[in-house]
Structure formats: structure tokens, C-alpha cells
């Protein structure tokens, strides 16, 4: 009888063990969590009405991808303002949908952070709009990103409606791009940039234990790809995700497609369409290539979600992401 507690004692705390490490553990998307999840605009630059997104009863889709300012969601230091992601997690669990999270810094920074941060002036294609964005390596904004990380974390992390979240914070979107016209190329610092990144993903890494995440692709400085890469090479369980999709690019001929199917045997892999396409015959395409890179989720632009030629496109894609 001893021998069998003994032995029962062993295998409860080799359950209790494997349940507390196998948050730190890499592994790909769950496939309740895999397929294709409706692109909404960033919530602050443009406004939605969550109640009112057609793709709630679409059963082509898996969730609802979220993207808010930072501004949007700490309008003051400190004074967080939650009720966007809170309502799409509200109505996705009426909806049996899931969402995706993304808090957006860079240019989408509040105001508080451009008055006390080194600001890198942008120009040419750079400053779309805005002509500045904090220095992503400048101390005041990573401390003050640092600290609106751990809330985000602190209020989602674990929460069974979020299929991922998106880390952001190297660049001044939610890609990593910081300058990409030479007119701004003079600003950037690599050294620092690369320490800075490294540091935005050990701060995603602390905050979500338990919810994938995963980080956008992008060139810090014109065609710096080894940077990019190297950050992905830092120890943790996060993603890879790109904002460019097309029917061509990128592909597993580029560095960006190799890393991507790569990491999508032990990690999560996202992709977002480059722009919306409108055509069935297009879109297929689009999520054939993302296929090939190994995609587990894709995020669809509203118009291609909407259109009834798509239906049977977007069921087949979910079928070959294994989203159950």
C-alpha cells in the first residue's frame, strides 16, 4: 500500500510539473485556435462597432483579429482603457469565436511618450503618417512599454478566448520596420536596435506564459535581414507572423519564408494578407503560398471574408491549417 502512495505521489507531482512547464514549452498553434480570423482596423486610427462585424456568425472563420493604438489604450500613463478588447472577447464568447490581440506602439505611441522619448524623424515613405516615432532603444520608452506589457499580460494572459497576441514595440507599426527610406537611414542604430528587440520580446515572454504570441517580420533598416533574423534565434516559445502575404511573396526562396517553415513545426506561425484581393481565384492563391510556409493562421481582410465566391476558399484553407 505504501508503495502504491508512493508511487501515486510520484505521478501527481510529474502531472502538476508538466502542467506548470508546458506554458514555456514551443509548440505550434492549437488547432481550436488555427484558420482564418477577420482583420478589423486599428481601433484609434479608425473606429469599430464590434456588435455590428458580419464575420460573427460566418462559420468560415475562426476569430476576430484585433489591433488598437497604444494611445487608444493607455491614454494617460498608467490609466489603462481595456473596453475594446474587452467587448470583442465578450461577444466571441456569445459567438463561440476567438480573438486575436494587438497593441500597437511606434507611431501609434500616446502622447506622454512623444514628449519624453528621443523621437527619430521620418520622411519620404517613412512618414505615411506621422514624420516622427520614438527610437525603439530609447530608455524612456522601453521602460514606459515595459510597463504597459505587464498590464496587457496581467489582464489577458490565459484568457481561453485568445487564440494569440501579436508583440510589437521594435518598430513603428506593428512590423518591426523602423526606417526604410535612405533619406531616415542615417538614424538607425543596429547595435541598439537588436539589443532593444531583444528586450520587447523578454518583456512579451514574462507577461504571456500561458497565450501564444507571436512577432511581425520586418527589416529594421532598409534591407537589414540578419537583424531580423537574429532576433527570432532568441530563446522563448513565440512566433513568427508577416504583414505581406501575397500569391508570390514572401516564399520559401527568401529568408523570411525559410524561418517562417522553419519555426511552424515547433512554433506558431501567422500571416496577415499584404492588401485585400477581392478575387476568389486570388485569395486561394494568396493562402496556397502561406501554406507552403507552414501557416496556422491567417488574417483575412474584411472585404475577401464578406464576399460569397470566397466562402468555399476560406473553408478550404481552414481545412488545410488544421483549424478544427
Known amino acids: 500500500m505504501r508503495l502504491l502512495q508512493t508511487l501515486c505521489l510520484c505521478f501527481l507531482s510529474s502531472a502538476i510539473v508538466d502542467a506548470a512547464t508546458s506554458s514555456s514549452e514551443p509548440s505550434p498553434l492549437k488547432s481550436e485556435a488555427r484558420g482564418i480570423y477577420y482583420l478589423t482596423?486599428?481601433?484609434?486610427?479608425?473606429r469599430t462597432n464590434l456588435a455590428s462585424l458580419d464575420c460573427w456568425n460566418?462559420?468560415?472563420?475562426?476569430g476576430v483579429a484585433l489591433r488598437a493604438a497604444w494611445f487608444q489604450l493607455e491614454p494617460s500613463q498608467g490609466q489603462f482603457d481595456w473596453s475594446y478588447f474587452d467587448e470583442a472577447i465578450r461577444i466571441a464568447r456569445t459567438k463561440n469565436k476567438l480573438v486575436a490581440l494587438s497593441a500597437i506602439a511606434g507611431v501609434d505611441s500616446p502622447e506622454w511618450i512623444f514628449g519624453s522619448a528621443k523621437l527619430l524623424q521620418l520622411t519620404g515613405r517613412d512618414a505615411k503618417r506621422r514624420n516622427a516615432c520614438p527610437a525603439p532603444w530609447d530608455p524612456n520608452y522601453l521602460s514606459a512599454w515595459k510597463a504597459f506589457v505587464q498590464a496587457f499580460g496581467a489582464r489577458y494572459d490565459g484568457n481561453p478566448t485568445i487564440g494569440y497576441v501579436t508583440g510589437t514595440g521594435p518598430g513603428r507599426a506593428e512590423e518591426c520596420y523602423v526606417v526604410d527610406d535612405r533619406m531616415d537611414a542615417g538614424e538607425f542604430d543596429a547595435n541598439s536596435w537588436t539589443?532593444?528587440?531583444?528586450?520587447?520580446?523578454?518583456?512579451?515572454?514574462?507577461?504571456?506564459?500561458?497565450?501564444?504570441?507571436v512577432l511581425a517580420w520586418g527589416k529594421p533598416s532598409l534591407r537589414l535581414n540578419p537583424l531580423m533574423a537574429d532576433v527570432y534565434k532568441t530563446p522563448g516559445t513565440f512566433g513568427f507572423k508577416a504583414d505581406s502575404l501575397s500569391a508570390f511573396f514572401p516564399n520559401t526562396s527568401?529568408?523570411?519564408g525559410q524561418l517562417a517553415l522553419s519555426?511552424?513545426?515547433t512554433r506558431p506561425v501567422v500571416f496577415q494578407g499584404l492588401r485585400p484581393v477581392r478575387d476568389?481565384?486570388?485569395?486561394?492563391?494568396?493562402?496556397?503560398n502561406g501554406q507552403k510556409m507552414g501557416m496556422q493562421a491567417f488574417e483575412c481582410y474584411q472585404g475577401d471574408v464578406r464576399n460569397p465566391a470566397s466562402q468555399s476558399v476560406l473553408a478550404a484553407a481552414n481545412r488545410a491549417m488544421g483549424a478544427r
Open 41 to 46: 482596423p486599428v481601433e484609434g486610427i479608425r
Open 58 to 62: 460566418n462559420p468560415n472563420v475562426t
Open 195 to 213: 539589443t532593444a528587440a531583444r528586450q520587447v520580446v523578454g518583456y512579451y515572454a514574462a507577461a504571456f506564459k500561458t497565450t501564444p504570441w
Open 254 to 256: 527568401v529568408e523570411e
Open 263 to 265: 519555426m511552424s513545426k
Open 280 to 288: 476568389p481565384n486570388e485569395l486561394a492563391a494568396v493562402l496556397a
